[in-house]
């Protein structure tokens, strides 16, 4: 805390009892300490504040922030005179504070009353009018009027969603889209009886009954419906919910409240949907957090690991009555100046930084006898003789301890009878730390005699700062051992109000401070406003949220999902401190707004992020933060594009729901947008009907886990699991909407995968082997015209990059290391050594590739080419038998006659060359999907393969998925490399190995072992 921070420290400020400094109570390193910290690096000593101008500063909240700062260097801060005021001379602290100021003459300001500092929630006084005033503007913003002359068109309220007994499903959703004026749901079945599945879609929406089968269409339809049905209302009920606009002791007290009705408590995974029935709002973010901190409210762990909430019983407290403190330490004294309009410039040394609302000083002129004081108590302390141990401490009462850096007073704040320990505080230096009681001793009456010199104050302007996540590395670094001129802009009159202690009053349980000041740093020659300083370096030391970290990659990340855009990318927010701050600080800034705040024209020009209500739910308010799109074009303008920085959202906005937000909450202006875009790893194109089943299986603030897969730029891919109600286990959504369109895709071939040729060749599904096994081939061709699905890596070297021809494709690089596992897809299947195979993570690619190769084709305007364009190596497009067309290259020709290999497939073939149509860019991208392959565990050399053998590895193996092994690379005939791969398949619970199934059926021989 503050350990080490005074050694070497010099004398520079002249003690009115010209006593000589002895210790201040941090052992005898510090004997030539007298408060002022180390990082002055021999500075001058401290002078008077040129011009006093804190009070006279414009507030220009926007001045800090768009000014870029290249270094780390502390800003001069401008010098400001007084109207009429003339320049001080005086070059001391104590001449400087006899100073005056003239009064304003532009600005009288009535005699009697006080003078109150620009408004601030710590000191603020306002009269009874204009309390009155305040809460008619707050009950116009809350009640969500429009200023008259101003009309806005709203759109048609949505009609949720009414179940009615005398309904079916179907029915139920019939009358549903038709009161909203959607189109009739659409049903999709899938397969065949007995094993059908359905969709539905709804308004965009689709909703799956996957993976539940049935045996008729009938059942299959009512049951979906019935899904959707519930998928709707849970969506419903969250889209209502706005986010928590309680301050954290009204969420407690409220939670406390309902959980007294639930004697049995409240289990923790179900607390988000009964919380938000209740009271209409999303938890806070950090509510496990206040839950712990709370005395009201206990956590009994179950589990699984799950958690029960439960409300304390009222009466289970401790009935023993609080004993009163009989130990008491004198009031400090302040500084304040006897004439009602005196600067209170105050010399102070700052011992620690609690937040931006409480930052601890001690007054310089006080050292002395404080340093006096601490060598008494160590010179009595070394004699065990006055060591008297604490056997029970009392709150309030003040006791030694001895820490490393030498002995110390505290007040107890808090006793735990359980551990034996106490919270207690540093009345000489501000920080709060924990003792058992056998650390405690008593304290002499004769050291009771000095107050306490720690004095609390609030940063003028930062009291926004107060939760930032970022603020204490900054105020431990700029703040804490500095020594300091602090301008306080309390009056002693509203100190009384406050509370009148200096080191603040204590209200439910969180300490206030009763001084609000400006700190200087008046060492350089230039005054340096240091609020100023603090806010912009805490800005800037604030991280933008990032999943792209090398660390977080195939991590498990909490997250909340908040929109999905019509890209497919998923809007994510992390679930951290940062996220908790910023949803405090929203609910903060609506209490506090009024119909004054909302924004002109002028501010939208400047400022970089607005407040914005949104009632496009039902009209339940919902607040965000906001980016406008474009810049306004004229001051004619009503609506505008928002973008929501910390939702994903974007969306049309009347200016009279927009509010100024900068001037409101610098500390939320300035923080990072939260919501990250990421990319679903290995699944097909979100679009059309996937859209809408990925966006009616993830409703916004769904609550999920995240895992960062790889980087693909600026968006990560990541596999995310949610839980489909609070009882069901995690389920990936990857592998749910990748198994949903290989199971359309196998009943609906035409519409979902271009590489089907013939009917006797099937998709790859996550079919058991036995499923596999009974699917026969009607074909005796062993050569396989399956289509791709992945790309190939060809080991051949290029001759270099400056020979590359830009006609030829590039190999698939990606290859897996020896050892490890890589996901396949067999294309073609020859016989065990001679097969080709497709890495899956590049099915949807291909599929894509497939189809747009087809569009591109068949248009008349495909350009031919002639023999003599033709060379070795370069890529065309030619069709198969089947007249599907694929990506070749140009392996022999022979005059008209072309040799070409299928270089999505891994087979050859001859073609004429009239055939040839010629590639685009676009279709040239995708490296070669094709991968020679040998399969691992048989006896592969000197092998003459039968018909039959060929035939049965091609029933177990073609167009079948894969867990390959890579155990090895071989060198082929025509000097290419294939892979040798051991072929697992994984989708039922025992693994099953396509060797061991070839071996034990006698269709190959195990590979023998070389000794």
Known sequence: MRAAKLDQEKILVTIANNKAPAMNGHGPNYVKSNGQGKYNDGKPPLRAILGNSASQRQQDTSGVFHTPESSFKRPHHPRVMHPGQPRSTGVSVNHRLKVTPQSDARTPTPSGAPITPPASPENAQTTSAAKATYKEESLRVHGGQVPTGKVVTKPKAKVPLKLDPSFDPVSTLNFYCEANDFEKPAYNIFNKPPHLHCSVRIAGDVYSSYPQEFTDKETACQRTAQIAIQRIQHAESHQKRSACTFSDAE??????????????????????????????QHLPSHWYDLIIESNKIRVEHGIDPRIILFANDPGSGSSEPVRVSTTTLPQLVLPWQSSEGGSHDWNMFISYCDSTKRVWARMIDQIANFEELTKHIGRQMESPVFRQKVFKPHVQEVYLVEIPDGWNRVRVISVDEETCSCRCHFVDFGDVAMFHFEDLFQCP????VLPAQAVCLSMYALDKFEDHPHA????????????????VLTTEKQFVELGGAAQGVVENGKRRACLVATLYDTSTAEDIHLNDLVASRITKCTPAPSLSDENKIGKTTPILVSHINDDGDLMVLLRNDDLK?????????????SAQDRVSYSDLLHDRHIFVCDESVDGVKQWFRGRLVTRPLNPE???????YVDDGRQRKTHIS????????NRALATFPPQAIPVRLHDVPEIAGQMLGRLRGLIPSRTEALLKVVAKDGAKPLVNVFIREDPESMYMCVNIGLRLEF?????????????TLESSNVQLPRRGSFSSVLSSQSSSSDLVATTPPVTPQKTPSARSGASTFSSLMLKDYEAIPAVGAYFEVRVAISINPGHFAVQPYKCYNQLQTLMKNLQDHCQEPAAKGVQPSQLAIGEAYAAPDSEGVYHRVSIHKI?????????VDLGDDGVIACDQLKTLNPELRKLPKMALPAQLYGIQLTDVVWSKENCVRFRQLSLGQKFIGIVRRMTKQKDGTRALCLELVDTSTPKDIKLHEILINEKHAQPETKEV
């Open 251 to 280: 969420f407690i007290d409220g939670l406390y409240m309902e959980l007294r009705k639930y004697p049995h408590g409240i289990l923790g995974h179900k607390l988000e949907d009964w919380y938000g029935s209740t009271f209409r």
């Open 445 to 448: 009456p004769q050291f009771l």
């Open 472 to 487: 204490q590395q900054v105020l431990t670094k700029e703040l804490d051992g500095q020594t300091v001129v602090a301008h």
């Open 581 to 593: 701050f910023v949803e405090r600080s929203i609910a903060q800034t609506v209490a506090d707004l």
């Open 637 to 643: 303008e009503e609506t505008f594009d928002v973008y």
């Open 657 to 664: 729901n927009i509010y100024r937000l900068e001037a409101n």
């Open 742 to 754: 290989e199971m359309a895709s196998s009943i609906h071939p035409e519409k979902y995968d271009y």
């Open 894 to 902: 022979y005059d008209e006659i072309i040799h070409v290999r299928f």
